[in-house]
């Protein structure tokens, strides 16, 4: 009986040698190979999400005294949605409904707004998401100018107005209008388009109620 058995010990000690590789494969979904050299491990890890909590943008401008809305968006059922601002006496933050926050610009400067998302998995384990928002605090204009008084199109032509505001570190953007838009028409960015023949006046106002106006001639 001994001599059987050693002649079984033999033969297996012969093919552990003839074997190149030996893998165990253990409960856990562990693999351990190549034996008498180092060891690896492989785990199976929870698939990433394709979609994770975004912003559809990483910065904005406003204007001291005005407020926006940041929105984040793909945002995972039944998570904790936090809000803050790298610096409240510059820019204020509130939280709002549906993912969103309103921000306003209290004093002249830039902030970043911090937003973490805590998505609970399971018992006391959440994953955690952080994304970051730059927000450029500029004050309102004083004043506003267009840089000529008067402008020549043929009919048909376009041409983007140039105007200059005070302080040049503004963001601000005036309302633009013009005295008959069946001849010039203008857009909210300042660009007026020749129409039909004649003459019309276009005007630039700003928050504080300063304007400027400029003629506009279609031959």
Known sequence: MRKITRI????????????PYDMAFASSGTIIKNAGKPVSTYTKKRAASTE????????????????????????????????????ETILTVTPGEDNTCEFTGAEVGT???TIKIQEP?????TNTYTLKFT????????????R??????????????????????TDEIPKFESSDSNIVS?????KIYAKAKGTAYITATISNGSYDKCKVTVR
């Open 8 to 19: 079984c010990m033999l033969a297996l000690l012969i093919a552990v040698l003839l074997v």
């Open 52 to 87: 994770e909590p975004f912003l559809k943008k990483k910065d904005a401008s406003i204007l001291t005294g005005t407020s926006s809305t940041l929105t984040v968006y793909n945002v995972p059922d039944n998570s904790d949605v936090s809000y803050k601002s790298s610096d």
């Open 111 to 113: 902030a970043i707004i």
């Open 121 to 125: 998995v399971f018992l006391f384990v």
């Open 135 to 146: 927000v450029e605090v500029t004050p309102k204009a004083v004043s506003v100018k267009f």
């Open 148 to 169: 000529k008084s008067q402008y020549l199109l043929d009919t048909g032509e376009s041409k983007k107005l140039q105007y200059t505001l005070k302080p040049r570190i």
């Open 186 to 190: 203008v857009s909210s960015k300042g």
